[in-house]
């Protein structure tokens, strides 16, 4: 995600009750870079699930589209440059692969 080619995205790492030392990993993340990286948790570092922590980042983004990215995943450093500008120019569309447009939003 850090080497994208598109400037303006945000990380919203969302600790869902871990236990494993990534707590540590993600606020260092968040430290490195405050403006993009941000790191959220459930009140009492409770776990609740992947459709909590989803809802959790929906609710906190700060941009007009989402992407939902788990730790197994990988993306090409031009994916957003390429994804972002066709979801833009076509409103219409919902999603694209994994890239999903909130509704009522504009890119901007």
């Known amino acids: 995600m850090r080497a994208q080619t598109y400037a303006a995205w945000e ?3 969302i600790d869902d ?8 990993i993600a606020r260092e993340y968040e430290r490195l870079d405050p403006k993009r990286i ?4 459930h009140p009492g570092h409770r776990h609740l699930g992947t459709s909590a922590s989803r809802n959790r980042g929906l609710r906190s ?17 031009f994916k957003l ?28």
């Not at 009750?17 to 540590?24: L, T």
């Not at 941000?38 to 948790?41: G, Q, V």
């Open 81 to 108: 440059q390429r994804q972002v500008p066709l979801l833009t120019a076509h409103p219409e569309v919902g999603t694209q692969g994994i890239l999903a447009l909130a509704r009522g939003a504009s890119a901007g």
């Open 38 to 41: 941000r790191y959220l948790m």
């Open 61 to 77: 983004a700060a941009g007009d589209l989402v992407a939902f990215v788990d730790a197994d995943d990988v993306w090409f450093p």
């Open 17 to 24: 009750g871990s236990s494993d030392g990534s707590s540590k």
């Open 11 to 13: 990380i919203l790492l």
